[in-house]
């Protein structure tokens, strides 16, 4: 996987797109030295959230199941969803 620096990146844009979705490549961005984005082509990024959605309704089948306190709403529980994912990515 290549890496780019964020303004390299901008000035080749339209290249680095048609690498990926032609190639298949992934193309790493970074800013200020640090990875910050990917570019990956889109059948893959549909795929991961596809797999995203598919652990999203187990873990609410599981919880469901699951004997438990106060119930919560949907939007509590797509709160909690994402904190969790967030606390996942560090």
Known sequence: METYPLVEARNQLGQLVGR????GEHILISEYGKP??????????????RLRDEADLALARARDAAPSGP?????EFMA??????????L
Do not use: K, Y
Not at 20 to 23: A, D, L
Not at 38 to 45: S, T
Not at 71 to 75: A, E, G, N
């Open 20 to 23: 990926v979705r032609h190639g």
């Open 80 to 89: 909690q969803l994402e904190t969790e994912d967030r606390q996942a990515e």
């Open 71 to 75: 119930s919560m709403t949907h939007d």
């Open 36 to 49: 910050a984005a990917a570019l990956v082509p889109i059948e893959e990024l549909e795929e991961l959230e």
